[in-house]
Nanobody
Framework: EVQLQASGGGLVQAGGSLRLSCAAS????????IGWFRQGPGKEREGVSS????????YHVDSMKGRVTISSDRAKNSVYLQMGPLKPEDTAIYFC?????????????????????WGPGTQVTVSS
């Protein structure tokens, strides 16, 4: 059974940084893509970053480029999202999701429909 647990959210002032963690279990980590998504108040869920575990290739949404780094630790079956400087509009619930990596598929894995499994989110609040 695929299990994902996001953590590391909290309250931070604008300009600050946060590091989110996604702990994964129940599947062969190297065969998957892990994505980070967020859903702000009254907004649709949007992709933030994704990483293909096997080759380390990454994708980021344009609004976060230069402010986000995604990385993985195979020994810990974990993915991290380092964010900063944060803006009030980054306030949202952040989720991590898992999708089996498909050979030959060159998508960015920044769309919710590309994922099969989701974990509960972690709240990030950025004050102005």
């Amino acid at each position: 059974e695929v299990q994902l647990q996001a953590s590391g959210g909290g309250l931070v002032q604008a300009g600050g940084s946060l590091r989110l963690s996604c702990a994964a279990s129940g599947f062969t980590f190297e065969d998957y893509v892990i994505g980070w998504f967020r859903q702000g108040p009254g907004k649709e869920r949007e992709g933030v970053s994704s990483i293909r575990i096997r080759d380390g290739s990454t994708y980021h949404v344009d609004s976060m480029k230069g402010r986000v780094t995604i990385s993985s630790d195979r020994a810990k079956n974990s993915v991290y999202l380092q964010m900063g400087p944060l803006k009030p509009e980054d306030t949202a619930i952040y989720f991590c999701a898992a999708a089996r990596s498909i050979p030959g598929y060159d998508g960015t894995y920044l769309y919710p429909w590309e994922y099969d499994d989701w974990g509960p989110g972690t709240q990030v609040t950025v004050s102005s």
